[in-house]
């Protein structure tokens, strides 16, 4: 596609539900990246999957965050027993070099635990 | 911690006044980026700077970059009131993951 596109780009669900967060990156892209960004703050790194390479978990907070990426495209960001803690905007990113080309960002999915 | 700090918070400027915004960071880089966010969601890349590089511009925008500082700065000449946005500064780190910091945020006056 033209761009990365990400679904839903609202999510409201109650505390203790999963929730499964879908990016789908721009074509030929092998770098893809997830971020969350609580209200007002920076970007936190979360995961980053690069071609066929094992990802990059780093970041995941706990073992409730996992995340899959199929195919060398579509990935998703799967959060287990959600905390009110976990609302925040989780953004997608991918990219074909990023030292040289940079992110390139979806819309984002805001999620909002009640 | 490698992320960029972007300095100040917040700035106000009036329709036509010129905007500067800085980012200082702690380790060596190869490369530092900045990207403006509107309303929260996605961010747009708008310049890549090499450590090689002292000053990029990209139409009414002007990067520099001084390594020795470890510190750049974003200049939007002319500002628009379509300017209002965050503004983040990236660095890289390891395994091409890069730093955001928490952002200046922009408010341009029509």
């Known amino acids: ?114 | 911690s490698q992320q960029g700090e972007e300095d100040p918070q917040a700035l106000s400027i009036q329709e036509g006044e010129n905007a500067t915004m800085n980012c200082s960071y702690k380790t060596s880089i190869n490369n530092l980026q900045w990207y403006r966010q509107n309303s929260g969601r996605g961010l747009v890349h708008l310049i890549l700077i090499r450590s090689n590089e002292r000053e990029k511009h990209s139409g009414r925008l002007r990067v520099t970059l001084d390594t020795s500082k470890k510190s750049s700065s974003l200049l939007i000449t002319a500002s628009r009131a379509a300017d209002t946005a965050s503004y983040f500064c990236a660095t890289d780190g390891a395994g091409n993951q890069f730093y955001f910091g928490t952002g200046t945020s922009l408010t341009v006056i029509p």
């Open chain 1, 1 to 114: 596609g033209a761009g990365v596109s990400q679904s839903p780009s609202n999510k409201v669900t109650e505390k203790g539900k999963d929730v499964e967060l879908r990016c789908d990156p721009i074509s030929g892209h092998t770098a893809l990246y997830w971020y969350r960004q609580s209200l007002g703050q920076g970007l936190e790194f979360l995961i980053y999957f690069q071609g066929n390479s094992a990802p990059d978990k780093s970041g995941l907070p706990s073992d409730r965050f996992s995340a899959e990426r199929t195919g060398g495209s579509v990935s998703t960001l799967t959060i287990q027993r959600t905390q009110q803690e976990d609302s925040a905007v989780y953004l997608c990113a991918s990219s074909l070099t990023p030292t040289f080309y940079g992110y390139t960002f979806g819309s984002g999915t805001r999620l909002t635990i009640v």
